[in-house]
């Protein structure tokens, strides 16, 4: 089994959870949103690039010209992520969500903010993120364009998956019960599967996540 931080070298691409983007509504400052956008682009390309910190920067200086749009804090969120800075990631990633307008933000900061819950070892965020976050069509809401990883459902699912696996809930048969890991897995696979025991279980969810890359960012 591996290590927690399977989880931001094999989690950063995950799942659910970035805000919402093109559309997000927001007042103008004396900075012309040309100058927001072109940070926000400069911001993905160092990201791509696997310059976090300096993706970071570009964020945040995002962020403070239009703090009421959400992409600068979901840059900002995936940054701190690919960082190793779960904690101060989630954080980012909560304060962004009241300025989340579109479904496709709002999948996309659930990932990374459940991802966050993940690295830092807070199952029962990961598991229940749902509960605070709804999401009325996930599947709507992939992929985040900007960003150079694919975000699937899937992703989401796999990391309520292993929450709830961490804290012991999980069955060797076929479940209905959400509360249950292999509720999500199966939600996920082509068709169910049963576990005679735990790793069987845990192997199937690392497999998924590496064959997607969602276990970059875990």
Same mark, same amino acid.
């Given at each position: 089994m591996r290590t927690d931080w399977i989880t931001v070298r094999s989690l950063a691409t995950l799942l659910l959870v970035t805000g919402f983007l093109a559309g997000c509504g927001?007042?103008?400052t004396a900075s012309t949103p040309s100058d927001f956008e072109s940070l926000i682009d400069d911001g993905w390309t160092e990201y791509n690039g696997g310059r976090f910190d300096e993706a970071q920067r570009l964020?945040?200086?995002?962020?403070?010209i239009e703090p009421t749009r959400a992409e600068g804090y979901i840059g900002c969120g995936w940054s701190l992520l690919r960082r190793q800075h779960p904690d101060?990631?989630?954080? +980012?990633?909560?304060?962004g969500m009241p300025h989340i307008e579109t479904l496709e933000d709002s999948v996309? =900061? +659930?990932?990374?903010l459940a991802g966050a819950y993940l690295a830092n070892g807070n199952n029962?965020?990961? =598991?229940t993120i749902l509960q605070d976050y709804p999401v009325s069509d996930v599947s709507r809401g992939f992929p985040f364009r900007k960003h150079d990883f694919l975000i699937e459902a899937g992703h989401l699912e796999m990391v309520q998956a292993m929450a709830l696996?961490?804290?012991g809930l999980y069955t060797s048969a076929e479940s209905e019960d959400p509360d249950n890991a292999l509720y999500h897995l199966n939600n996920v696979l082509a068709k169910p599967y049963d576990y005679t025991s735990p790793p069987e279980l845990m192997r199937k969810i690392t497999e998924y996540l590496d064959r997607t890359n969602g276990g970059d960012w875990l």
């Open positions: 927001g007042g103008l964020f945040s200086k995002a962020k403070s101060s990631s989630a954080v +980012i990633f909560r304060l996309d =900061a +659930i990932c990374g029962n965020k990961a =598991a696996y961490r804290l």
